[in-house]
């Protein structure tokens, strides 16, 4: 499959929207099903431009949005060398290496940024995710147990790092 991976700014907040949004559908993989409203996702990706706090997407040949990943970075000084990772893939193109590529530019952006440690949390039942995270590097720091109650169901929310340097 052919993508590119750039930035995600405020002119691409529809197609960001609508895939946060199907992928909260799905109701296993982010942690707050309720839907955003196109407004807040606008102040969202603006808030990410104006703090220097990267969201990249990878695209296709027809400049559809195939997954994202963001990083937060401390809004402290104590926590500015960490920056914490969120990223989704569409359900169609999952398991053809846009979530490594994804990855692989947000750990050197991150570097880039002259971060010391990368973060992110993730589901227990998510284990192609976790086996993607281990790949890159990442390590599992401890678990939340029974972080997420969801139609019934408890997850565990597991806790990952990886440092930079």
């Known amino acids: ?8 700014g405020t002119a691409d907040a529809e ?14 993989y ?16 603006g808030a990410h431009e104006k703090a ?25 000084q104590e926590l500015a060398h960490i920056g914490t990772l969120g990223m989704g893939v569409k359900q169609d193109v999952r398991g053809q290496g846009i979530g490594s590529a994804l990855m692989d530019a947000c750990i050197a952006q991150a570097k880039q940024l002259g971060l010391e440690k990368l973060e992110l949390e993730v589901f227990a039942s998510n284990m192609t995710a976790r086996a993607l995270y281990k790949k890159k590097g990442f390590f599992e720091e401890g678990a939340h147990l029974k972080k997420r109650k969801f139609e019934g169901r408890y997850d565990d929310l597991v806790c990952m790092g990886f440092f930079l340097r």
């Open 1 to 8: 499959m052919n993508y590119v991976i750039h930035p995600v």
């Open 30 to 45: 982010l942690f707050a099903t309720l839907r955003f409203a196109l407004e807040d996702t606008k102040k969202y990706l």
């Open 15 to 28: 197609a960001y929207l609508a895939l946060v949004n199907a992928i909260k559908d799905e109701g296993k």
């Open 52 to 76: 220097g706090n990267p969201v990249l997407g990878a695209y296709d040949g027809n400049d559809a949005l195939l997954g994202w990943i963001d990083i937060n970075i401390g809004g402290i």
